[in-house]
């Protein structure tokens, strides 16, 4: 079946560095892909997406683009701030999966930004 | 506009009990999922619903789990039986049509605690 694979944290930076986090995927489909943020204690919210080969989702600073020929969907930022501590999950939707639209996540990043 | 609710919040129950857990999503939204996160995991899908009608249940672990969404709006996840290896935080998530592009938004989940 269907599954994300995301590097495992916690990611460690000082306020201005900069940030990658890694995400490949494995699908039976054409997937959409997704990246979650968790806050401390709020809930997941959507911080971007894309839904087709050499997209980009951009929002906040943070940037992605959907590699088909890699399956990757790598999150990278220029200059992090501490604001951006967070859980990030990357997530996939695949019509083709058992599933359907339901979302595939990952384990989940857990960034700690220092200033 | 409102997001997804939750309610409880928190859930502390005792093996072997039964418990129901409220998902009210945002207003016009057809689709909606329940998914289970334990600690130091991403989300995990149990069903998913478009109207009134499960349109996939294949996340459901085992029969001691079932929802129902009867007007197309609220839902309900009732465990029979719970089982300490329940105890995990239950989120909701709904989507305007349930496309596979379309984003999910999640509500801010229930704690559940089986002793």
């Known amino acids: 079946g269907d599954s994300v694979t995301q590097m495992e944290g916690p990611v460690t930076l000082s306020e201005e560095a900069f940030l990658t986090i890694n995400c490949t995927y494995t699908?039976?489909?054409?997937?959409?892909l997704f990246w979650y943020v968790q806050y401390p204690g709020e809930g997941l919210q959507l911080l971007l997406k894309a839904t087709k080969a050499d997209d980009k989702g951009s929002n906040k600073g943070f940037e992605a683009t959907y590699r088909k020929e890699t399956t990757s969907f790598h999150l990278e930022k220029g200059s992090v701030q501490v604001s951006d501590s967070a859980v990030y999950f990357c997530?996939?939707?695949?019509?083709?999966?058992?599933?359907?639209?339901?979302?595939?996540f990952g384990k989940g990043t857990t960034l700690s930004v220092s200033s | 506009g409102a997001g997804v609710s939750q309610t409880p919040s928190n859930k502390v129950t005792e093996k072997g009990k039964y418990v129901e857990l409220r998902c009210d999503p945002i207003?016009?939204?057809?689709?909606l999922y329940w998914y289970r996160q334990s600690l130091g995991q991403g989300p995990e899908f149990l069903i998913y619903?478009?109207?009134?009608?499960?349109?996939?249940d294949s996340g459901l672990p085992n029969d001691r789990f079932f929802a129902v969404r009867p007007e197309g709006s609220v839902s309900t996840l009732k465990i029979q039986r719970t089982e300490r290896g329940d105890s995990a935080v239950y989120l909701c998530a709904s989507s305007l049509r349930g496309s596979a592009t379309d984003t999910q938004y999640f509500g801010p989940g229930t704690r559940l605690t089986v002793l």
């Open positions: 699908a039976t489909g054409y997937p959409s």
């Open positions: 207003s016009g939204h057809t689709a």
């Open positions: 997530a996939l939707s695949d019509l083709d999966n058992q599933a359907g639209t339901a979302l595939i």
């Open positions: 619903f478009q109207g009134t009608g499960a349109a996939d």
